[in-house]
């Protein structure tokens, strides 16, 4: 018999885990209007709001979500209305601008920061509105692999693809947004360390010696099929459930993309350690899984 024959309760268990985060917001949406710090005017499904988080999301390496948010949010006080058409304005005031801005000393991505940005606008000028254009494509796959190519350090050498595939996805939580528009059978998720975790403690990987996949490749695999096994019909919607398994609610000194924490200090040595997975539902004693979980609070 298969995993799944042998766990046919359980995997109900799971589906009632992730049924308990269908309200929750994805964090970078917080600094949009709407959200609990909004610094930009603009809502995540407006047309500035959804080049907004493209913008976030080529960022989005070895850096911290409220450190590229602050950096973004200075760019927009600094260019207003030219954020959107930096491909347009003077790369080196671009790049002496981004230097500027405190913290980012030891930021990888710092050099080439700025042609990341230019080419998202060049992006925005061949294309124009983003989520029209994805539904344009039909493909989610297809829009992955558009955006890998047509921008500068999106992942076009990478098996994984997080961050066009992280937008892609982001762009399923919009109000409105329709994803069985664009998100068919071929679509991926991108995964994360969460999500490897989920696996090991309560699905297949539980028990198991050894990885069933030897490449990238087969990771990715491996794990969708898993997330579509879960929910067929909109398998996107397990993301937040499974990232947030156990991940710590504060920031991590070097958090590395897909890593997505929310707001708050890093926890002191010695304080009460807390989940985001405990904090989004409302406290263990809403999780079907928690007599099984190894994290969970005393019930």
Known sequence: MSWVERNRDHI???RCYVLGFRNARPPVFDWLQGGREPLFPW???SDRGTAFLLCYCALCQNIGPEKLVRLLAYLWQEYGDDFFRLNKLSFEELQARIGKHPGLQEWVLLPKAPGVLRSVCDFFFKHGRLLPWVRSQADGEASVAVLCDEIFMMGKTSPFKSKARYFLWLLTQLPGSDPAAFW???TLLPITPGHIRFLREFGPLKNRRQSPWLTPEEKLAYCN???RMLLPDHPWSVYTALDSYLKPNGFSKQPQFPMLPTHGKPLD???????????LLGGCLQCPLAPDCPGREDL
């Open 43 to 45: 809502t995540p499904e």
């Open 184 to 186: 068919n059978e071929r």
């Open 269 to 279: 040595a010695g304080s009460e350690r807390k989940w985001l997975c405990r904090d």
């Open 225 to 227: 099929r898993f997330f």
């Open 12 to 14: 109900e268990k799971i």
